[in-house]
Nanobody, 124 residues
Framework: QVQLIESGGGLVQAGGSLRLSCVVSGVTFGYYAMGWFRQAPGKERDFVAAISWTGTSTQYVESVKGRFTISRDNAKNTVYLQMNSLKPEDTAVYYC?????????????????WGQGTQVTVSS
């Protein structure tokens, strides 16, 4: 059974930083790309970032480029999302997900398993 456990969310002031972690079990972690998505209240879940199975290729939504960094540690079965210069519009529940493919993709349909989410709230 595949499990994804996110952590690291919280309340932060605008301009601050948070680092999200997602520990994965039940799958050969190093074979698959990973992604982060977010869902704000009343909105659909949107793509944020993805990283290939080797960690050498990444994708980001335009609104977070230059502020967020996705990374992974295959020895620890963990994917990270470093979030800097946070803005109130970054407020959302953040989810990590395992991709069905090894390359970084922005297509939600390519992601098969999701975590329970972690809340990020950015105050102005």
């Amino acid at each position: 059974q595949v499990q994804l456990i996110e952590s690291g969310g919280g309340l932060v002031q605008a301009g601050g930083s948070l680092r999200l972690s997602c520990v994965v079990s039940g799958v050969t972690f190093g074979y698959y790309a990973m992604g982060w998505f977010r869902q704000a209240p009343g909105k659909e879940r949107d793509f944020v970032a993805a990283i290939s199975w080797t960690g050498t290729s990444t994708q980001y939504v335009e609104s977070v480029k230059g502020r967020f960094t996705i990374s992974r540690d295959n020895a620890k079965n963990t994917v990270y999302l470093q979030m800097n210069s946070l803005k109130p519009e970054d407020t959302a529940v953040y989810y990590c997900a395992v991709s069905r493919v090894p390359h970084a993709t922005i297509d939600p349909g390519q992601f098969s398993t999701w975590g329970q989410g972690t809340q990020v709230t950015v105050s102005s």
